[in-house]
């Protein structure tokens, strides 16, 4: 039933859902209410329980930020659930929450059931947090994977290896740039940014372009020294449980049987045993 104080109704139900044992609180005496007192959540968010009251009321309508992540907090709500109470509120959740450098186990067991493509996970710094075994394959020239734009601007096989370097050097920046505009505060993001400016002239002008956009779907062409040219276009997915991470794959283009397959061939049984 609805009754024009959805933000009222969704603090009243979670607030159902817990019980004081949930969040190392006493219980004493008989309760009237299921799950949490108001005054208890107001005590877990560190407010005045007058105020909390009005916020499930609907008599106050326009609580900060700060108040919304002490509630969230309180409430023990994940990603999805905090990111409702904000659009409740009328406002959005603060985006800048320090990435996740690993990736979960369902996540990679999704990564190592793509047999035939190459999948892998970057954080906002471009970074690999995970990859199957035929990124390993696909990446192998170069003499480290652990960061695709330092690989793109500092290892000399990646010239080779990405048949329109310009253009794939511009996307990573592109990327970079944007990320840095959602979290401008991500250290390792800064850290990478500040190491290619002073190692590579290359990228350090194309940084000054301010070029912006995100990674999204593109066909890039490789030269790989076993599989041969490879066409494959890449679709790009946010990871909703690990804000910052994308999630990559690379598929060969409509009508190429033979791009993916050679790409396996070249992986070879030994690489792939060894994963």
């Given at each position: 039933m609805m009754t024009g104080n959805n933000l009222g109704e969704f603090l009243r139900?979670?607030?159902g859902r817990l019980r004081p044992g949930d969040v190392?609180?006493?219980?004493?005496?008989?309760?009237r209410v299921a799950g949490l007192r108001r005054e208890e959540v107001a005590a877990l968010a560190g407010m005045n329980g007058d105020y909390y009251a009005r916020l499930e009321q609907g008599r106050e309508h326009s609580p900060s930020a700060q108040i919304l992540e002490a509630i969230s907090a309180a409430l023990r709500l994940d990603g999805p659930a905090r990111e409702h109470l904000y659009r409740l509120a009328g406002t959005v959740p603060d985006a800048r929450r320090t990435p996740k450098e690993a990736v979960s186990a369902p996540l990679q067991q999704l990564l190592d059931a793509y047999t035939t493509v190459p999948a892998f996970v970057l954080?906002?710094?471009k970074d690999f947090v995970a990859a199957n075994a035929l990124a390993e394959a696909l990446f192998c020239p170069f003499e480290t994977v652990d960061n695709l734009a330092r690989m793109t601007f500092l290892d000399p096989a990646a010239k080779h290896f990405f048949v329109h370097w310009e253009t794939f050097a511009e996307s990573i920046v592109a990327g970079l740039r944007h990320a840095t505009g959602i979290d401008p505060a991500y250290a390792r993001l800064s850290e990478v940014v500040r190491?290619?400016?002073?190692?590579?002239?290359?990228?350090?002008t194309l940084w000054s372009s301010h070029t912006v956009y995100g990674k999204t779907q593109d066909t890039t062409e490789f030269d790989h020294p076993e599989a041969g040219r490879l066409a494959l276009i890449s679709q790009s997915f946010d990871v909703r449980a690990a804000p910052g991470q994308l999630m990559v794959i690379y598929q060969p283009e409509p009508g190429d049987c033979s791009g993916a397959g050679r790409l396996r061939a070249a992986q070879g049984p030994d690489r792939g045993e060894q994963r």
């Open positions: 139900a979670h607030r190392g609180l006493p219980s004493y005496g008989t309760r954080n906002p710094a190491s290619l400016n002073e190692q590579s002239e290359a990228f350090e």
